[in-house]
């Protein structure tokens, strides 16, 4: 499977932004999801995680209650819904996709998008 993050952009603190992932191929409703971000001089890291099913989601800490995680299989989509954004949510976010749920283990997802950017001011 192909995928392709897009929706990033510059916000200031406090607004919102919707990322989307689309993704090429079939059997997109087999594959469990995540969205990882890489800040400027740090190491990728988690957001959120989404079932095949959309039954189970996790979400990181600090993005809890502000961010939420979803999917549209007809339409072979998933997003990411960001509300008060902060300029500590600046960063590329990534989308991966992998056949066993591995919430916020990196290394169980074996497709990756290629990053959207995501830039919020104070």
């Known amino acids: 499977v192909q995928l392709q993050a897009s929706g990033g952009g510059l916000v200031q603190a406090g607004g919102s932004l919707r990322l989307s992932c689309a993704a090429s191929?079939?059997?997109?409703?087999?594959?469990?999801m995540g969205w990882f971000r890489q800040a400027p001089g740090k190491e990728r890291v988690y957001v959120a995680a989404l079932s095949y099913d959309g039954a189970l989601t996790d979400y990181e800490d600090s993005v809890k209650d502000r961010f939420t995680i979803s999917r549209d299989n007809a339409k072979n989509t998933m997003y990411l819904q960001m509300n008060d954004l902060k300029p500590d949510d600046t960063a590329v976010y990534y989308c991966a996709a992998g056949r066993t749920y591995s919430a916020s283990y990196e290394f169980g997802y074996d497709y990756w998008g290629q990053g959207t950017q995501v830039t919020v001011s104070s």
């Open positions: 191929g079939r059997a997109f409703n087999t594959y469990n």
